[in-house]
């Protein structure tokens, strides 16, 4: 089983942290880096370079957002399943891909995802994401799984597509919904921390943003011709006051968190 991992990077040297999490991992099968660059204007491309003998494909033009990167490394992809990890954000420990591998192949699931950690600045923990099993109901309740902890097979990005850049903050969410309740696509979750995400992201960074992003998880619905998922927007957020205080607020990252 060949693992592709896809890093979608735009002026962030932090990169090289990420990368340094991948080509750590221990693994008992084929390892492919992909990392996609929106032409940054930086430092991002000198450490790239640090890594070119490593990298297995590394593209560096302009894009349509991260999104659209995202797509262009799952269309370079050659492995058998496929993993994002993003610039800012890197594994837990050097087993998670191995974890990752072993669960789809002892339960014949096509998706896989398992928690996170998000980590500040001073890589201390603010929130925790255990995602537990996946159900219709949870997803009408405004749960969803974590995307940075998100794993798929190949095959399933060539049949039901990749991410649709119609939605500019949550197209991981509408991608997620489409394959896991559309098309109901057996998924398996791992139960353990998998990666430290910087806090901060796209669809947090602002109240306009929060706004937004929960505007297009109903449109999401919709778009996908789903019913039953009304409350979903007004939930989805709330569902966050629990990681907060499953933190243990202050503590380190460290390993296997």
């Known amino acids: 089983m060949k693992v592709s991992i896809v890093t979608p990077v735009y002026n962030d040297p932090r990169v090289g942290r990420a990368l340094d999490s991948i080509l750590g991992q221990r693994m008992d099968h084929e390892l492919e880096t992909i990392v996609v660059d929106a032409a940054s204007r930086d430092g991002t491309l000198d450490v790239l370079e640090r890594y070119r003998d490593r ?3 590394l593209i560096s033009e302009p894009d349509r957002g991260i999104y659209d990167g995202m797509n262009k490394g799952i269309g370079r992809a050659t492995g058998d399943v496929i993993g994002i990890l993003n610039a800012d954000d890197r594994y837990c420990d050097d087993s998670v891909l191995r974890d990752v591998t072993n669960a789809l192949a002892e339960t014949g699931a096509d998706l896989c995802y398992g928690n996170i950690v998000y980590v500040n600045g001073n890589d201390q923990r603010r929130r925790v ?7 219709d109901l949870r997803w009408r309740l405004g749960w969803m799984p974590p995307h940075p902890a998100f794993f798929a097979r190949k095959h399933v990005y060539e049949r039901h597509g990749a991410f649709n850049t119609e939605f500019r903050i949550s197209a991981d969410y509408e991608l997620m919904l489409r394959l896991m309740v559309r098309h109901r696509i057996g998924a398996v979750h791992l139960d353990r921390p998998v990666v430290f995400m910087a806090t901060g992201g796209m669809s947090n ?3 306009g943003n929060v706004v937004k992003a929960n505007l297009e998880v109903g449109r999401a619905w919709r778009r996908n011709g789903l019913r039953g998922g009304q409350l979903a927007p007004l939930l989805k957020p ?3 006051i629990p990681q907060f205080v499953s933190a243990g607020l202050g503590k380190g990252a460290g390993t296997r968190a």
């Open 55 to 57: 990298i297995d494909v």
């Open 238 to 240: 709330a569902r966050k």
């Open 205 to 207: 960074r602002s109240v």
């Open 129 to 135: 994401w255990n995602s537990g099993p996946p159900g």
